[in-house]
């Protein structure tokens, strides 16, 4: 007759957070690094191509993923805050009569 087969089990790998994330200022992929301090509470994000440095607080439960998505969030804000007060002289819709009485 013969014996009988066991099943095999197959387990499905664990996904994981990346660690390392794409410039969003000069496109550069796999550029930027951010260093966690937990001991002073800080990020240091920074980006091995164009060499931009930001520092932000973090609390003890945010992981890397977190505090990149905090960071890209704030420069998405940033940008459009300028676009938002850009000179009146740029507009060419609006006449310079326009542009002094404003």
Request: contains cysteine; neutral net charge; aromatic residues 4%.
């Amino acid at each position: 007759m013969g014996r009988k087969r066991k099943r095999i089990v197959r387990t499905k790998p664990i996904p994981t957070l990346p660690t390392v994330f794409d410039c969003p200022i000069c496109g550069t992929t796999n550029s930027i690094n951010i260093d966690i301090n937990r001991k002073i509470r800080t990020a240091v994000i920074f980006c091995g191509k164009c060499k931009i440095q930001a520092t932000r607080p973090v609390r003890p439960i945010e992981e890397k993923v977190d505090v990149f998505g905090d960071w890209l969030d704030q420069l998405v804000e940033e940008s459009e805050r300028r676009e938002s007060i850009a000179p009146l002289t740029e507009n060419p819709e609006i006449g310079e009569e326009e542009q002094i009485k404003e």
